[in-house]
């Protein structure tokens, strides 16, 4: 946050602006600097069903969520978003997950959507939306929890039309 102080001076102010008068203190702590270069995300081909379906849930996502903001994103979609640092990444019209199983272990539901949930990678975690009709993934460091996930869900569930979950194929 950044707090702007301006002294105005006019007839009947009351000072003749030759600053002798008090000045004001600003303190407290510096921001962390936050990572401004865009995330690099790789994406599929776009569908026509992404095509169809995505605009919907971008025009919706927010610019800041569980407190992270969102950050610039380098891909050749337009179905990208990402928040914070590190980033989360959303993908909309993501690939279907490897070894998705209709009905398997890894399938968790939260506030109307069934997320398939990749964790072989010891540094992120995977939630693929697999009961739309675009498969919807949200890359979430391993170092954070799923608080983004939960507060996506509901947008993701309102504007992707929902479809029965499909077996990776």
Known sequence: MLLVLIRLFGPGSG?????????????????SQRDDSPVEVETPEITPEADAACPALMSQLPLEVVGETSRRVDSDSPYVYAWGDPASVLVCGAD????????GPQLIEINGVQWFVDTTDPTV?????????????????????????????????????????????
């Open 15 to 31: 000072d003749d602006g030759s600053g002798d008068g008090p000045v004001a203190d600003v303190s407290g702590a510096t921001p």
């Open 96 to 103: 279907a997950p490897a070894g998705f199983v209709v009905g």
């Open 125 to 169: 975690n995977v939630f693929t939306g697999v009961d739309r009709t675009v498969p919807v993934q949200i890359s979430v460091p391993s170092s954070t929890d799923a608080a983004l996930v939960t507060a996506l869900s509901p947008t993701i569930a309102a504007t992707i039309p929902f479809t029965e979950p499909q077996p990776a194929g």
